[in-house]
């Protein structure tokens, strides 16, 4: 089975300072078909789970443009370029190459 | 505009069965990948059980030969058939579209909370 493991598990942030999680797979997420199907979601206190990030670097429908997705292979992050009040929550990567796997959950808040 | 709400939770027994429903709108449940995620009190998401848009169905380990996932497509509802219930069961279960194109769980239902316990 395919191990999600982010760092770190907390982060601090200075309301307006950019904030970057990792995400690193036990195995390669690049699937037969060529495409790497790790995404991004974001829950915030007392809400379910929301897509931000598909396919690395695909941001869904309705997600600002301060969070974007890189990576490649086994390695992916998420950065957030200026965070906002709204953005506090846990943040946690997920893998669809081979069945499905999340990573444990990134916290952040604000300073 | 996709809207999934579940039902169904409560608490149970260790030892008994629950069933779980999903009543999905603006989406059609039959032909799509629909999925069940679960998150224990304080901890992180755990993916569950998966019906294909083919029938085919997937559950991990964790719940295999107790969790049965199904749909009625005549009223687009998801269910989750939840048997001999252990206390390590205890979650809020989320039903959950999956686009199989994008590789990501799109939407999400509130969740539904289900205690096992004596």
């Known amino acids: 089975d395919i191990v999600m493991t982010q760092t770190p598990l907390s982060s601090p942030v200075t309301l307006g300072q950019p904030a970057s999680i990792s995400c690193r797979s036990s195995q390669s997420l690049v699937s037969s078909d060529g495409n790497t199907y790790l995404s991004w979601l974001q829950q915030r206190p007392g809400q379910p789970p929301r897509l931000l990030i598909y396919?690395?670097?695909n941001r869904f429908s309705g997600v600002p443009d301060r969070f974007s997705g890189s990576g490649a292979g086994t390695d992916f992050t998420l950065k957030i370029s200026r965070v906002e009040a709204e953005d506090v929550g846990v943040y946690y990567c997920?893998?669809?190459?081979?069945?499905?796997?999340f990573g444990q959950g990134t916290k952040v808040e604000i300073k | 505009e996709v809207q999934l709400v579940e039902s169904g939770g409560g608490l149970i027994q260790p030892g008994e069965s629950l069933r779980l429903s999903c009543a999905v709108s603006?989406?059609?449940?039959?032909?799509?990948?629909m999925t069940w995620v679960r998150q224990a009190p304080g901890k992180g998401l755990e993916w569950v059980s998966v019906?294909?848009?083919?029938?085919?169905?997937n559950n991990a380990d964790s719940v295999k030969g107790r969790f049965i996932i199904s749909r009625d497509n005549s009223k687009n509802t998801l269910y989750l058939q939840m048997n001999s219930l252990r206390a390590e069961d205890t979650a809020v279960y989320y039903c959950?579209?999956?686009?199989?194109?994008?590789?990501?769980?799109?939407?999400w239902g509130q969740g539904t909370l289900v205690s096992v316990s004596s």
């Open positions: 603006g989406f059609t449940v039959s032909n799509n990948y």
């Open positions: 959950a579209t999956y686009d199989s194109s994008g590789g990501a769980i799109d939407y």
């Open positions: 396919k690395i670097s």
């Open positions: 019906i294909f848009s083919d029938g085919r169905t």
């Open positions: 997920m893998q669809a190459t081979r069945s499905w796997a």
